[in-house]
């Protein structure tokens, strides 16, 4: 989305990552089981990428630094290291009307330097031996995300990001060299933004570069990092707060670990003088701490800007995670709420609506996402409004098609499409989401008159690989569906549906079918979304917690089309800092909810045996982390009052296009800007 908004609005911007000959994976459902399968995307090529052997550069792995004495200035040299030759693979970004700018999204693939291959191994047999160098190069190229459970797993990690790293640094460096000579205003023509910490270590590799290649004193060198490089943080979760063993980061990186201490000792030092009472300041936002090296600090100490992607995530890094650096640094922490394609997520992938959004209001919102705002003086407009069902409609019958052609289940394209689909993690809550079906499950046995509307819950996701708990949610999701859907009891009443491989393409197909977007994480947990607002701008009306962007959706949109819920971030954290939460006390306070969490392990889905226990044990024995029961309840009754505005036709399609009139605002365009102006300092076009 990004690298699209800044070709349209004419910024020279380039993505740097890695090649890798297998994506994230694809995923089977397999007896309702997550299998993972690989995705080898460039079977049959990738048209659009161009090789640049002659761009190649060589990262440095391993081996030992010689440190030596010239002229007075120390100097160091890298030897007996590891060499991997680093070739990039660039892709054309060429944004919607915009020819004069064309980016490059440049893809780097890990190749031997030379070609080694070991005759004599071969010849005794020993294959694997033979071509043991060529394997564990390209390992690095191989899979996104690699386990990283394992020691081995653990430096392929380490090494996927600085291979990008060193490899992405230094084409931009020998880019700028080529053009300008001099480095000594580099900070002043070169933006470098890291996403999260996997590009961290672009701090200590630039000061490697300025200090050993260019000859730099450390506080040039450390001056033009510091104002070069900015930081988005995406999460707080603690997991993606990388941080690496001391053994394994110097062992695979010497002089990077070297620059690293370094950066660590003076940042010490000059807080023993800003804070000479308070040494605990010191020890929580040090680099190198308790044998590890803390990424995030590195990320933030290194940076000129440290940036959240919603108003609530950038309050909770000032107030909480990021509490510390913003006493220390008051002016360095600022927000860039996200936001997505709008030409993609709305003019490519519903078409019809974009039509008919063109047809009332000219094609100036293509340019100009805020002019959908102009959709507001159709609010009142039955003509409008019922071409705007018209629409939904057919997207409804599209997506229904694709359900039936994978799945080879019929789905009511008259029933309500109520969809949760990201990634399967218990901070997104798709147990909460579970618990409502099944209790509205219980409820239609026991009551076959209920007046509610026919539902479609749809849900799509993927767990990473080694996550147990989010795989068994997916199989108690699935074996959800198949007891609901071999019911006839309430069959033409409620569906349930796992879609398989959820990706991009496929979400193309489901956000402009969506009539509720189930938005629900734990608050504070989310740092902002970009599927909420995708949602959003395909017309589909948010049932979810103040968390993330849905605070500034519902401020855009109005509480009125807007179904918000449960706990607020500042009453979860305050639990997790003081605790008081009783996970028991809910699960006894409420007989359907006690009923849908003992059907966990009671026999009610006979096949999967004690299968769910895990789920049930960690809402009771382990206290409810994400507050599943605390917020059951709201839920359920917050999704109700949804249903009654569902039920008055005229007003749910006003809610809908206020929805899409109000989207605008997360375009990624303005995102794009506020990071141009107040970050990057580089003009773009208005």
Request: aromatic share 12%; charged share 25%; proline share 5%.
């Amino acid at each position: 989305c990004f690298l699209d908004a800044m070709a349209f609005l004419g910024i020279p911007g380039h993505g740097n990552g890695i090649r890798y000959k297998y994506g994230l994976f694809q995923q089977k459902i397999v007896n309702g089981y997550q299998a993972e399968v690989p995705d080898n995307w460039l079977n049959n090529g990738y048209p659009w990428e161009i090789r640049k052997p002659d761009k190649a550069v060589v990262v440095k792995f391993k081996g030992d630094v010689k440190v030596g004495v010239v002229d007075g200035r120390l100097t160091f040299r890298h030897e007996n290291y590891e060499p991997i030759l680093a070739v990039p693979y660039d892709i054309p970004i060429i944004s919607y009307q915009n020819y004069r700018t064309i980016n490059t999204l440049r893809l780097w693939s890990a190749e031997p330097i030379v070609e080694e291959f070991d005759l004599a191994s071969f010849y005794r047999g020993e294959f694997s031996k033979a071509v043991s160098y060529r394997s564990e190069v390209e390992a690095i190229s191989n899979i996104l995300y690699p386990d990283d459970s394992s020691q081995a797993g653990r430096e392929l990690r380490l090494k996927q990001e600085y291979f990008f790293v060193a490899a992405g640094l230094g084409s931009i460096v020998r880019r700028y060299k080529k053009k300008n000579g001099s480095m000594k205003d580099f900070h002043r023509k070169v933006a470098v933004h890291i996403n999260d910490t996997h590009p961290a270590l672009c701090i200590p590799e630039l000061m490697r570069i300025l200090i050993d290649e260019e000859g730099m004193g450390w506080e040039e060198a450390w001056n033009i990092t510091v104002n070069t490089i900015s930081y988005t943080n995406h999460t707080i979760m603690p997991e993606a707060l990388e941080k690496w063993p001391v053994d394994i980061f110097k062992y695979l990186l010497p002089r990077i670990y070297m620059i690293v201490e370094e950066i660590d000792r003076r940042y010490r030092l000059q807080l023993q003088e800003q804070f000479p009472h308070n040494p605990e300041i010191i020890e929580r936002t040090a680099i190198i701490r308790d044998g590890q090296v803390w990424m995030a600090n590195l990320a933030v100490i290194g940076s000129h800007s440290v940036n959240g992607v919603s108003r609530l995530h950038t309050d909770i890094l000032k107030n909480h995670l990021l509490k510390d650096y913003h006493t220390i640094y008051p002016y360095k922490i600022s927000n860039k709420t996200n936001g997505v394609s709008h030409r993609r997520f709305l003019l490519e992938a519903n078409p019809k609506l974009a039509e008919l959004i063109t047809e009332a209001i000219g094609p100036g919102w293509i340019a100009k996402p805020e002019e959908l705002e102009k959709l507001l003086a159709y609010r009142e407009d039955p003509v409008f409004l019922e071409k705007l069902a018209q629409v939904k409609q057919h997207n409804k019958e599209r997506l229904a098609r694709i359900i039936y052609h994978r799945m080879g289940i019929r789905v009511d394209p008259a029933s309500v499409f109520d969809i949760q689909v990201k990634r399967i993690h218990a901070y997104k809550r798709q147990l909460l989401n579970v618990f409502r079906i099944l209790d509205l499950y219980n409820r239609l046995k026991e009551n076959p008159q209920l007046s509610l509307p026919p539902h479609t819950f749809i849900f799509g996701g993927k767990a990473a690989p080694g996550y147990h708990y989010a795989k068994t949610v997916i199989k108690l999701i699935n074996t959800l569906a198949q007891k609901v859907n071999q019911d006839p009891e309430v069959a033409g009443k409620i569906k349930v549906i796992f879609l398989e491989n959820f990706n991009v393409s496929l979400a193309e197909m489901i956000y402009p079918a969506a009539e509720v977007s189930q938005q629900i994480s734990t608050a504070s947990r989310e740092a902002s979304g970009t599927g909420n607002m995708k949602f959003m701008l395909n017309g589909a009306i948010t049932l979810g917690t103040l968390d993330g962007a849905n605070v500034e959706i519902q401020e855009a949109v109005g509480e009125e089309n807007i179904f918000i819920f449960g706990l607020k971030a500042e009453q979860v954290m305050q639990f997790y800092q003081k605790g008081g939460y009783n996970a028991w006390e809910e699960y006894h306070a409420s007989p359907r909810l006690r009923r849908v969490v003992d059907q966990l392990i009671s026999g009610f889905f006979p096949e999967a045996g004690g299968e769910f226990r895990v789920i049930y044990d960690s809402l009771l024995r382990d206290n409810d982390e994400f507050f599943v029961l605390k917020d059951f309840g709201p839920y359920v009754e917050t999704w109700q009052r949804l249903l009654q505005l569902y039920g008055q036709r005229r007003a749910w399609q006003k809610a809908s296009l206020i929805n899409i009139a109000k989207a605008g605002l997360f375009s990624a365009d303005r995102t794009v800007k506020e990071y141009a102006g107040e970050i990057w300092r580089v003009p773009c076009r208005s």
